[in-house]
């Protein structure tokens, strides 16, 4: 199992990027996805996450500005972020839960078994 984050990089606030997570050794819609975060001195945050059966839900802090999604056929999930704050400056990482011994919830890291490496988002002018 292997999960690839890419798309990363410098936007201004108020603007968009899309980051994508490729995944290898498993299918995308068997298993859960989640997307996190992480900033400097702050503990990681889950965002972002997409069932198997392809329903997405969101924290509050970017509801309404962040779309999860997923193409099967390039085995790939996407987080397409808008209006972007500084405030999400931030590591951000996919996750799936492939094993699932336990439940935490669904922006829980504790729930979830395999992680991406991360790629930074910088939101700055």
């Known amino acids: 199992v292997q999960l690839v984050e890419s798309g990363g990089g410098l936007v201004q606030p108020g603007g968009s990027l899309r980051l994508s997570c490729a995944a290898s050794g498993f299918s995308v819609d068997s298993y859960p996805i989640g997307w996190f975060r992480q900033a400097p001195g702050k503990e990681r945050e889950g965002v972002a996450s997409?069932?198997?059966?392809?329903?997405?839900s969101y924290a509050d802090s970017v509801k309404g500005r962040f779309v999860t999604s997923r193409d099967t056929a390039k085995n790939t999930v996407y987080l397409q972020m808008h209006s972007l704050k500084p405030e999400d400056t931030a590591v951000y990482y996919c996750?799936?839960?492939?094993?699932?011994?336990?439940?935490?919830?669904?922006?829980?890291?504790?729930?979830?078994?395999?992680w991406g490496q991360g790629t930074q988002v910088t939101v700055s002018s």
């Open positions: 996750a799936a839960i492939t094993v699932g011994s336990a439940w935490y919830g669904p922006f829980n890291g504790k729930s979830y078994d395999d």
């Open positions: 997409i069932t198997s059966v392809g329903i997405a």
